[in-house]
């Protein structure tokens, strides 16, 4: 049986280097830090009567052992694959498992007025949303989406 946002957390995963926000390239992706959307998220989500379990990596491998552990455990995701959504077919097969688990891709930055090497995501081919370009205020919209998906 399914999952809801009232009976099982929301995964948040934010991929490489966004353990650094707030002080890797801050006219870029603002001066946020990631316990700022660690608890934007948890905000979010309380206020629409559920919870947010926010993990970060650097690594790959440990992002999809955490996608597989969604399936299992949580409503849906919420998620910043970094610079792992322009490489990372590992990462979209994990997620393509996840059939019926909202998924909603997030980006600090709008990635299509970058370089031209970001305006192409992996990840975006299985996400039911994909939220770029709106800070730290787009995890809010992710996480809303996300309840909204599942009714």
Not at 83 to 95: K, M, P
Not at 130 to 146: H, S
Request: proline share 4%.
């Amino acid at each position: 049986m399914p999952h809801t946002f009232t009976t099982a957390p929301l995964m948040v995963l934010n991929g490489p280097n966004l353990n650094l926000l707030g002080k890797r390239q801050p006219e870029v992706y603002g001066t946020d830090t990631l316990a700022d959307v660690e608890a934007l998220c948890a905000r979010t989500a309380e206020k629409l009567g559920g919870r947010a379990d926010a993990r970060q990596s650097n690594h790959e491998g440990q992002l999809v052992d955490w996608v597989h552990e969604a399936r299992e455990h949580h409503c849906g995701i919420v998620i910043n694959p970094a610079a792992y959504s322009h490489t990372s077919v590992a990462l979209l097969d994990a997620l393509q498992a996840c059939e019926g688990l909202p998924v909603v891709e997030v980006h600090l930055s709008n990635i299509h007025k970058r370089e031209q090497f970001r305006h192409h995501s992996y990840v975006s081919l299985r996400a039911d949303a994909v939220i770029a370009g709106c800070g730290l205020q787009g995890y809010g919209f992710a996480v809303e989406r996300v309840a909204a998906l599942l009714g």
